[in-house]
């Protein structure tokens, strides 16, 4: 059973804002940094977010992320086909001195 | 450019072993650190484990402690994971992945673990 808690799914139509929540508590969101990562069908996570609120190089605007207390979000702006994916969050548990990974949403472009 | 591929996966009978091994191209594996992430099929990501950049310190799963071992070689620029007493939910697809934010990521190797 995983720490951090997701939507399984979220959707909207092209161009529209969509946002993913992850619940966690103290022990990872709340003291220690959440990463975001895409997984495309049949490939492997891609991180699109991390340290928060951070975008690695090559990866569009369209994406952020924010952090409030124990929980952590990332929205998607512009909304495009490509962006049909999983999603998952992720962050260090310190309790556990294990990573943990959010259950993941799976993001639909009606 | 960065290249992280997988291998040593395969099918293992319950109570069996298999090392895994991500060897790195274009990539210092020494200078970051490396987690091995896995993926059963149909199922979200669950970590594995990691081990630092300097080497001294190894993390683990609960649901692997005892059983695997990380490890790397920095002469050879590989990560291994060494696995002893698979069990079916060990079944999956499994990934090596680091860097600075654990931008790299390899296309994984599939161990199935069954009779």
């Known amino acids: 059973q995983s720490l951090l808690t997701q939507p399984p799914s979220v959707s909207a139509a092209p161009g529209q804002k969509v946002t993913i929540s992850c619940s966690g508590s103290?022990?990872?969101?709340?003291?220690?940094?959440v990463s975001w990562y895409q997984q495309l069908p049949g490939t492997a996570p891609k991180v699109l977010i991390y340290e928060d609120n951070k975008r690695p190089s090559g990866i569009p605007g369209r994406f952020s992320g924010s952090k409030s207390g124990t929980s952590a979000t990332l929205g998607i702006t512009g909304l495009q086909t490509g962006d049909e994916a999983d999603y998952y969050c992720?962050?260090?548990?310190?309790?556990?001195?294990?990573?943990?990974f959010g259950t993941g949403t799976k993001v639909t472009v009606l | 450019e960065v290249q992280l591929l997988e291998s040593g996966g395969g099918l293992v009978q319950p109570g069996g072993s298999l090392r895994l091994s991500c060897a790195a191209s274009g990539f210092t594996l020494r200078n970051y650190a490396m987690s091995w992430v896995r993926q059963a099929p149909g199922k979200g990501l669950d970590w594995v484990s990691a081990?630092?950049?300097?080497?001294?310190?190894?993390y683990y799963a609960d649901s692997v402690k005892g059983r695997f071992t990380i490890s790397r070689d920095s002469s050879k620029n590989t990560l291994y994971l060494q696995m002893n007493s698979l069990r079916a939910e060990d079944t999956a697809l499994y990934y090596c992945a680091g860097g600075t934010v654990s931008e790299h990521w390899g296309q994984g190797t599939p161990v199935t673990v069954s009779s």
């Open positions: 103290s022990s990872n969101i709340g003291n220690n940094y």
């Open positions: 992720g962050a260090w548990d310190s309790s556990l001195s294990a990573y943990v």
């Open positions: 081990i630092t950049a300097s080497g001294d310190g190894t």
